[in-house]
């Protein structure tokens, strides 16, 4: 019954092991990133890029039709764009990153749906939004395996300057170059991790598996390391239940697994360890020093 | 007289058409224990970001010497994302940087400096606790830590001070004095007059223009202190070109 009910769809279903794996690497993935993305207060950047990417994926898909390779190169380069320019008049002018990165998110989003309505139907828009995580094929795994695999790497190198840029970017500046690389490289394993989601959850929806976990992992966490860990975990969490739940109910993958993150979230508030609303409600005991 | 550890040459710093710090020229003597006083809005924490090589001068040019004197500069605390999850212990371990840069591990001797660092400033037992958890005084003590890891020839800090009780300012006080007799280059921005005439051999008061720069007690007479009160703060729109060279 519980092997039926848990564990079944798995081991039955091809497309459901793929949906699952996919999914719980794009989570270990994008987790980090969404943790930093929190903390530094752009949690709202990640879907700003989503949009940015839009008209990059959308030119590929005119020039290419359905194909992963051309979606992803004109996602990136349309990401990229974005990131590296909005982060670039934010450093060199008085325009703060989140109004610059406003401003050329709108751009190219703009030139991305009048790409899609001048060409396309509103059937293809709705997949190059909401994706199909049960449509994995191969080169979308590796896709994932590689967009992931570089994330990783790429964060344990640049991961002292992003965080001391985050605390005290004064401080390190006085004992580093490294800040404005290691900002630039931040936002490109965002745009990064996003156009790898993209094909599994949409872009939109890849936007939830990198923040929502990550800000709950904030109610569970004390310290840096365990946020990362902890949002992990609800990232894959939300993967695995968001999946059975879709299967067994007939309901759209990749909204369900954002929608099972968004419950892990609420919960999070209500139940988490640090700061959460029932420890507020608890008598609250307090040591004698 | 050894040469002087920090050459100013005819310093003008700004963030606009408006000089901050106008005309700034001396010498820092090698070892000195410096306070930098003034009004609000005197220039004085903008003097220290530019000694830090935070902001380039408008004119004039800073003069180190060679080799290069390793800076180690202290922020106000407001300067600091307290918000974000780190504990004591990580962020002193990355005043670190210069031994460990951006992969080195740390070893032995480096956790055993930390740990060094945190008895010095009265903070044993505090490694784990996160930043948020800090009090004002308690991050004050943190920040006196990293500067200690960071052994350099100049110590830049502002406002160490503010909001400090006296028993926090005492220890800290003392941590300074043992910097100076390692003979470290020392400034600090103050506003407390007192805490100067006790503690800083030298003083340089500022309001914009240099009011007074020599021993403590030749600079802070009460015609300088006036002259200092009377700066004006706010930008006067039509004040002309500046044509000194």
């Given amino acids: ?167 005290d970017p004064v401080f390190l500046r006085s004992v580093s170059r490294a800040g404005a690389p290691a900002h630039l490289a931040f936002l490109a394993l965002a745009v990064l991790n996003l156009v790898g989601g993209f094909q599994a959850l949409g872009t939109l929806l890849a936007v939830g598996l990198m923040m929502l976990p990550a800000i709950a992992a904030r109610f569970w966490a004390r310290t840096l390391t365990g946020m990362i860990a902890v949002a992990t975990l609800i990232g894959i969490v939300a993967t695995y239940a968001g999946l059975l739940l879709s299967y067994h109910l007939g309901l759209a993958s990749g909204p369900t697994i954002i929608l099972v993150a968004g419950v892990l979230y609420l919960l999070s508030i209500i139940a988490g360890t640090q700061g959460g609303l029932l420890l507020a409600l608890l008598p609250r005991k307090h040591l004698e020093a | 007289m050894s040469e002087p550890a920090i050459c100013c040459a005819d310093i003008t710093l700004g963030y606009g058409p408006h000089p901050a710090v106008h005309h700034l020229d001396g010498d820092i003597d090698r070892g000195s224990l410096t306070a930098i006083l003034g009004p609000n809005g005197a220039g004085k924490s903008t003097l220290l970001k530019a000694i830090a090589g935070e902001l380039k001068p408008i004119a004039g040019h800073f003069d180190f010497g060679t080799p290069k004197p390793r800076i180690a500069y202290l922020p106000q605390i407001a300067e600091i994302d307290r918000s974000f999850p780190l504990t004591v212990f990580e962020l002193l371990s990355l005043g670190l940087w210069r031994k460990t840069g951006l992969f080195g591990g740390l070893s032995h001797d480096d956790r055993h400096a930390v740990e060094q660092a945190l008895h010095a400033v009265g903070l044993v037992g505090f490694e784990n606790r996160t930043l948020d958890t800090l ?41 300074i004095a043992h910097w100076h007799a390692e003979g470290r280059t020392i400034l600090a921005v103050l506003h407390d007059e007192a805490l100067a005439r006790a503690h800083f051999p030298t003083t340089l008061l500022l309001a914009r223009e ?35 060279a």
Avoid: K
């Avoid at chain 1, 909005?86 to 990153?97: F, K, Q, S």
């Avoid at chain 2, 990293?146 to 028993?167: C, G, K, S």
């Fill in chain 1, 1 to 167: 019954m519980l092997y039926a009910l848990l564990i079944a769809p798995f081991t039955e279903f091809d497309f459901m092991r793929r949906a699952l794996v996919g999914a719980s690497v794009l989570a270990l993935s994008a987790a980090p990133i969404g943790v930093f993305l929190m903390l530094r207060r752009m949690s709202l950047v990640g879907d700003a890029m989503a949009h940015a990417i839009l008209p990059g994926a959308a030119l590929g898909y005119l020039v290419a039709g359905l194909s992963l390779g051309a979606m992803t190169l004109g996602g990136l380069i349309a990401g990229f764009a974005v990131a590296l320019l909005a982060g670039l008049i934010a450093r060199i002018t008085r325009l703060r990153e989140d109004a610059s990165l406003a401003a050329f998110y709108l751009m190219s989003l703009a030139l991305g749906v009048t790409l899609i309505s001048a060409r396309g139907s509103n059937i293809d828009l709705l997949h190059v939004l909401f994706g199909s995580v049960l449509a994995l094929d191969d080169q979308a795994l590796i896709l994932i395996g590689g967009v992931a695999t570089v994330t990783l790497v790429t964060l344990a190198i640049i991961i002292r300057p992003l965080v001391m840029e985050s605390i």
């Fill in chain 2, 135 to 175: 009090s004002g005084g308690q991050m004050s003590r943190v920040l006196f830590a990293r500067v200690m890891l960071q052994d350099a020839d100049i110590v830049l800090l502002d406002e160490p001070f503010a909001a400090i009780d006296t028993r926090t300012v005492a220890d800290l006080m003392g941590l």
């Fill in chain 2, 210 to 244: 240099t009011i007074a720069w020599g021993p403590t007690e030749d600079v802070l007479t009460e015609t300088n202190l006036r002259a200092a009160r009377r700066m004006v703060e706010a930008h006067d729109p039509h004040a002309p070109v500046c044509e000194v």
